[in-house]
């Protein structure tokens, strides 16, 4: 959700009513971080099995590691290197 200074209500930038495993969706979310050089969001997708970049004002992210989970029960893992 946006809000801008003195509003009573929000604008949805991202995300709806349910999870998914599609580049405008995520599916259940374990770390978030905000990144200010970038503008960005750096998301640990958990039921993604990856880790994701959500710049702010797009309607969708870049994957940064892992793989794009199709199914819901796929067991890959995430590997990251230095």
Partial sequence: ?????NSTFGTK???GNIG??????I???????????TNSFIIANSNGANVI???SGDS?????AGILRKKRY???NIWLSD
Avoid: E
């Fill in 13 to 15: 930038v991202a995300g």
């Fill in 74 to 76: 796929d067991t890959d």
């Fill in 53 to 55: 970049q959500w710049h």
């Fill in 1 to 5: 959700m946006r809000y801008l200074p």
């Fill in 27 to 37: 599916n259940f979310p374990l770390g978030l971080h905000r990144d200010l050089v």
């Fill in 20 to 25: 998914g495993n599609n580049h405008t969706l």
């Fill in 60 to 64: 969708n992210w870049t994957q940064l």
